[in-house]
């Protein structure tokens, strides 16, 4: 069946749609996709590994049980792809490291096996920064993807999770996983103009997944709108024997369930000015302008008084990072025959001399600085950050050694609670800046909430790469 390019860049919702009152099925959809990668790829450097025929028998699959009437959900029939740190039984997983070329997992993650019970479609496994260990998305062995945002200069798409960013901002797939330790959803989906949940840790399993710091890495979708985000979190989530992260955690709220309700009376919380100083103009014009967009819909804005600035805690997070990484990775990083890149080999090995002690200090640190962020927004529903202080930037001109990204993303994570990136406008440039949205722990369904109705309001989330037809 023909159907339309443009339809590579509706979001989740509309392709259910087209799906459940037959206008696509699920194989027209893969084609499409598959058509696109095959075109795109090559230039994106997007995605890592395509099993076209693999997917075309799930979407076939997809397709017969539909017509049987046997609908799995909203998201029966949609392609998807995930980070290469998912396994896949059979499938190569690198997790973007050619010291891991050869590798081929046994087990599936019980993300990718959720997806699967939903009805998605696998179509790929996305590039991304080796061991999920860089911000900036840069990748010395396997090359960097292109932020497709510009045709003409080698852009940053943001780490860890890059592919997946550039894969559904370049209309390559409509949804991806991406995997978020310090930023890794946030910073790719903010520079690649998409809608990122770095959901609760705990909140979706990690199980089978190749971990760089198991107490911060969480999964979580990169797509164009909240309500996607919405209906993927509620595929992906819930408890895992496979994950005791995932278990015993308090109950929580369907993310669809109340996503329409607005936000009239809730009340936001908002760093002093002084605390956004070096923010490019750009950024700040369209945090400003959220800022104002949320007020509209009847929400409160307030500032608070934060225990310190949210860079102060990245030095914590990093080495607290660093020191799981080394004790997950030293059986690679110790063998200097392998080809690691040069950078995230550095930065991994600063865990190395951490004593079982210091350890054990910042793990307290993350309970009570946790806890005294939480003090400083009582009474607030969410804080309201800018995702991050600057645009994409050309890849020639990365400092590897650099934190800028994680200035308000890192501290999320370090804590285990959840945000939302939400694309907020274009900078001088025509780059796109992203407003977060930050919620306390089991909150995420009102991080979705918030989301929604600034995307009801707005329409940034509808702006696609140029050039990509």
């Given at each position: 069946m023909k159907i339309s390019p443009d339809l590579a860049f509706a979001d989740l919702v509309t392709l259910s749609r087209m799906l459940s009152d037959g206008t696509v099925s699920a194989r027209d959809l893969t084609e499409l996709y598959l058509e696109r990668i095959a075109r795109h790829n090559p230039a994106l450097n997007a995605l890592i590994h395509v099993d076209a025929e693999a997917a075309r028998a799930e979407a076939d699959a997809a397709d017969a049980l539909r017509r049987a009437g046997a609908v799995a959900g909203p998201l029966h029939g949609i392609p998807i792809a995930v980070k290469d740190l998912c396994d896949v039984a059979g499938q190569p997983g690198t997790g973007g490291s050619l010291a891991l070329k050869d590798r081929r997992p046994a087990q599936t993650a019980t993300v990718v096996k959720r997806l699967r019970a939903a009805g998605m479609v696998l179509i790929g496994r996305t590039h991304m920064v080796e061991f999920a260990c860089g911000g900036w998305g840069t990748n010395q062995y396997l090359g960097t993807p292109r932020n497709p945002w510009d045709r003409e200069v080698h852009r940053v798409p943001g780490g860890s999770s890059s592919g997946s960013g550039v894969t559904v901002a370049a209309g390559l797939a409509p949804a991806a996983i991406g995997s978020d330790t310090s930023g890794s959803i946030r910073i790719p989906a903010a520079l690649c103009g998409l809608t990122g949940l770095k959901p609760t840790?705990?909140?979706?399993?990690?199980?089978?997944?190749?971990?760089?710091?198991?107490?911060?890495?969480?999964?979580?979708?990169?797509?164009?709108?909240?309500?996607?985000?919405?209906?993927?979190?509620?595929?992906?989530?819930?408890?895992?024997?496979?994950?005791?992260?995932?278990?015993?955690?308090?109950?929580?709220?369907?993310?669809?369930?109340?996503?329409?309700?607005?936000?009239?009376?809730?009340?936001?919380?908002?760093?002093?000015?002084?605390?956004?100083?070096?923010?490019?103009?750009?950024?700040?014009?369209?945090?400003?302008?959220?800022?104002?967009?949320?007020?509209?819909?009847?929400?409160?804005?307030?500032?608070?008084?934060?225990?310190?600035?949210?860079?102060?805690?990245?030095?914590r997070s990093f080495l607290t990072i660093m020191s799981e990484g080394y004790s997950n990775l030293r059986h690679l990083l110790d063998d200097d025959s392998l080809p690691i890149g040069q950078h995230t080999k550095q930065r991994i090995l600063t865990g190395k001399p951490l004593l079982a002690a210091d350890y054990i200090a910042l793990q307290q640190d993350r309970i009570d600085s946790s806890r005294r962020w939480r003090a400083s927004i009582d009474g607030m529903d969410a804080l309201l950050t800018p995702t991050l202080p600057i645009s994409a930037i050309p890849v020639a001109e990365v400092d590897e050694g650099s934190l800028i990204l994680g200035r308000f993303t890192r501290m999320v994570s370090y804590f285990g609670w959840c945000a939302l990136s939400v694309p907020a406008g274009l900078d001088g440039a025509g780059l796109p800046v992203s407003l977060q949205i930050v919620c306390r722990p089991h909150d995420d369904a009102l991080a979705l909430r918030v989301g929604h109705a600034f995307q009801s309001a707005t329409g940034w989330h509808r702006q696609t790469a140029p050039g990509w037809a």
């Open positions: 840790h705990g909140r979706v399993s990690n199980a089978n997944t190749m971990p760089l710091a198991h107490n911060q890495d969480s999964l979580g979708p990169m797509v164009r709108t909240a309500q996607d985000a919405a209906l993927i979190h509620a595929a992906i989530s819930g408890p895992d024997p496979l994950d005791p992260a995932t278990l015993g955690l308090p109950t929580a709220e369907d993310p669809l369930a109340g996503i329409g309700l607005g936000i009239a009376g809730r009340r936001f919380g908002v760093l002093p000015e002084a605390h956004l100083d070096g923010v490019a103009d750009g950024v700040m014009a369209a945090y400003r302008e959220a800022l104002k967009v949320l007020e509209g819909l009847g929400a409160g804005i307030h500032e608070i008084t934060p225990p310190e600035r949210c860079e102060a805690v990245q030095p």
